[in-house]
């Protein structure tokens, strides 16, 4: 590891304005959990680190029944796990965060560093793109919102330009939705061979049809995958046992898995297939129970 200058930041503006002056030499630190590693193996070598770890201004979860869920940057992965009001309202972020490396990193580790990293492998990322969340953008020359649909690239890549830092998560909030999250790995906290994140909202007038539904695939691609085809199956649809097959049948061909040392794409595939249906079920199983 080289010697780079330290510099703590106690504002979101000195952080964005020393960002602004040291360009792409910079890196910002809040949790460490994904920077320090790449440091220690020397993938990245910063020439700065601006610590917004102490910024407390980014350190919240908050909740409104008309404006949904704001999350911090800089709020811990276990303190979402540990959050009364997000096991209420949204259960399957809960659900993830117990699967997401350690306690010990989920002490540590932040949301928006989790985000900024952009692996594909990332837990997080799918159950966020399932929700329909946004992320707030904070540079100097202000603040921009920008769909999580819009947010990843490629490998480790955003939309994030190097004089920005990610300061808030938001998702809208919906009262007739049910989600899930499922993952396979060899131990459960390790990083996904294959992740599948659903949310699915109920017609609000029948009740037992599907309005709106997103299925979102993790560690088969580049990004984070949505199976748009998986669900336009069963929009305007009862979540029949057939059509779910359907759909995850669907969803196993939108994939983009690529062989590995944990598989090959077509056990890869076969996985998607098996945790979207698994995902789907239990999804519609819990947006009827909301809906009672």
């Keep these: 590891m080289q010697s780079f200058k330290y510099f703590p930041a106690k504002t979101v503006k000195e952080a964005c304005d020393l960002l602004s002056q040291f360009g792409e030499e910079a890196k910002i630190l809040g949790g460490g959990q994904s920077l320090l590693t790449l440091m220690k193996q020397n993938f990245v070598s910063p020439s700065y680190l601006i610590d917004i770890k102490e910024i407390s201004d980014l350190n919240y979860i908050r909740y409104d029944e008309k404006d949904g869920l704001r999350i911090g940057a800089l709020a811990t992965h276990r303190s979402i796990e540990k959050s009364v009001v997000v096991k209420e309202k949204f259960f399957m972020l809960t659900e993830m965060e117990r699967t997401l490396a350690s306690v010990q990193v989920r002490n540590w580790g932040t949301v928006g560093g989790n985000l900024s990293h952009a692996d594909p492998a990332s837990d997080l990322a799918p159950t966020l793109l399932a929700l329909k969340a946004k992320v707030t953008l904070a540079g100097v020359d202000g ?49 996904a061979v294959v992740s ?69 794409e077509e056990y890869k595939r076969e996985i998607v297939r098996v945790l979207v249906r698994r995902a789907i079920k239990k999804a519609s199983r819990r947006a009827m129970e909301v809906n009672g």
Excluded: W
């Excluded at 037992?208 to 979102?216: A, E, G, L, Q, S």
């Design 196 to 264: 599948v994140a659903t949310h699915l909202v109920l017609d609000p007038e029948t009740k037992d049809r599907c309005h709106d539904i997103r299925i979102v695939m993790g560690s088969v691609g580049s990004t984070p995958l949505r199976s748009t085809k998986g669900e336009d199956i069963l929009k305007g649809q009862k979540p029949r046992k057939d059509l779910i097959e359907e759909a995850a049948r669907a969803s196993s061909k939108d994939a983009q898995p690529t062989t590995d040392i944990n598989g090959s």
């Design 143 to 191: 603040e921009r919102v920008v769909d999580l649909d819009d947010f990843f690239i490629s490998y480790f890549e955003t939309v994030q330009q190097p004089n920005e830092i990610l300061t808030e998560i938001h998702i809208p909030n919906s009262a007739t939705g049910g989600g899930a999250y499922c993952k396979f790995a060899h131990r459960a906290t390790d990083l």
